[in-house]
Every structure is written in C-alpha cells, then in structure tokens.
T-cell receptor, first 115, second 114 residues
Framework: EPEVTQTPSHQVTQMGQEVILRCVPI?????FYWYRQILGQKVEFLVS????????KSEIFDDQFSVERPDGSNFTLKIRSTKLEDSAMYFC?????????????FGDGTRLSIL | AQKVTQAQTEISVVEKEDVTLDCVYE???????LFWYKQPPSGELVFLIR??????QNEISGRYSWNFQKSTSSFNFTITASQVVDSAVYFC???????????FGSGTQLTVLP
C-alpha cells in the first residue's frame, strides 16, 4: 500500500539554525498538509497546500515557516530560524480529495529537537 | 471554529474486554467528516475509521465499531475484545471544508493489560 514518507526521522538542530523537513506524499494525492505535535499534546494543524500554493495556514505558521513543492514528488517544510519551542514531532499528510471522507494519510513523522 | 473534545484522558482495561472511546465535536458546518486515528508508542498516526455527517448509519469493521449521533454531536469508537497491541493513543479528528484542516482532540491513552 502506498505510504507518505518523511525524512529524516529525527533532526537535532541548534537554536537559530534553519531546518528543512522533507516529505514524499502518496503519488496520486493532490492535497498536502503539515501538522505538528509537541510531546504529550494534541496534533495541531500548520498548513495545507494545493495546486502549488498555500490553501490555509494556522497562527503557528508564521513568517519563520515556509512550504514548497520543489518538484513533482517532494513537499518540504522549512523553519528559517529555529526556536526551542519548535521542538516537536512534525507530520506530513496527503489526501486525494479534500471535501470528502477520504482520510488524510500521515507519514511516520520527523522528530525535531532544538538545542 | 471547530472543536473536538475527548474527555477520557486515560483508560485501562484487561485484555478481551470491550472499550469505548468518547468523542464530542463542535462545528457550524453542515457537512463535515469525522475520523479516528491511532498513535502507537512508535509515534506514527494510523487512520482507522471515517464517517460523513450525512450518513448516520453505524458500522462494524472487524473488532472496531462506531456510533455516530448527530443529535448529540458524538462519534464514539468501540474496540471489541481488546488486545495488548491495541494499547495506543487514540485521536478523534474533524474535517470541515470551511477550515480545510483536521482538528484533533487531545487524545485518549488506552492501555490494555494482559
């Protein structure tokens, strides 16, 4: 069964450094998302992306964050200048159709640790 | 704004018992979609079940069943004959078109004891 794949599985970065989290969504999916989960807390929406542009973003997704689909397969989340509070698990998700009961399929996540 | 409430923070059962996880949601949208996801200790999010707002028929899939009641805005999830491998955090999630995102509840930690 097709999967969403995320790399790396764990990223350790110094505060203030830039980090790029990578995702390969399921190949025939059109809608892409990033969520994050601070340890022990609920999963929070960051951003949705369709047709090469952002569809929706949350208050968390400030100017330090950006997303890109640089080619036909990858979907990246960049944090420009990381802060301690950016430490979390970041999940990429994709779905074929949005306004439907098609579930969002999640990758295994990237655990980001900011030192 | 959307909201999902999972009042049960932790549940502990003995293997083979049935367990029901509660979920209450809030939305003003008339069309919406509800999901349950499982997060085992390894951390990934695994899709389990889904329900449309316009289909109140309850279903059973293997050991999983769900009870969707629009009148009480509830979408409860039952595992029959629980197994140790069911131990995980279970999240209820809501998707509405106006928000274009999944809104998750805070999760219920289920522990199934041997």
């Amino acid at each position: 069964e097709p999967e969403v794949t995320q790399t790396p599985s764990h990223q350790v970065t110094q505060m203030g450094q830039e980090v790029i989290l990578r995702c390969v969504p399921i190949s025939n999916h059109l809608y892409f998302y990033w969520y994050r989960q601070i340890l022990g807390q609920k999963v929070e929406f960051l951003v949705s992306f369709y047709n090469n542009e952002i569809s929706e973003k949350s208050e968390i997704f400030d100017d330090q964050f950006s997303v890109e689909r640089p080619d036909g397969s990858n979907f990246t989340l960049k944090i420009r200048s990381t802060k301690l509070e950016d430490s979390a698990m970041y999940f990429c998700a994709s779905t074929k159709r949005e306004y439907s009961n098609q579930p969002q399929h999640f990758g295994d996540g990237t655990r980001l640790s900011i030192l | 704004a959307q909201k999902v409430t999972q009042a049960q923070t932790e549940i502990s059962v003995v293997e083979k018992e049935d367990v029901t996880l509660d979920c209450v949601y809030e939305t003003r949208d008339t069309t919406y979609y509800l999901f349950w996801y499982k997060q085992p200790p390894s951390g990934e999010l695994v899709f389990l079940i889904r329900r449309n707002s316009f289909d109140e028929q309850n279903e059973i899939s293997g050991r999983y069943s769900w009870n969707f009641q629009k009148s009480t805005s509830s979408f409860n999830f039952t595992i029959t004959a629980s197994q140790v491998v069911d131990s995980a955090v279970y999240f209820c999630a809501l998707f509405v078109g106006s928000a274009r995102q999944l809104t998750f509840g805070s999760g219920t930690q289920l522990t199934v004891l041997p």
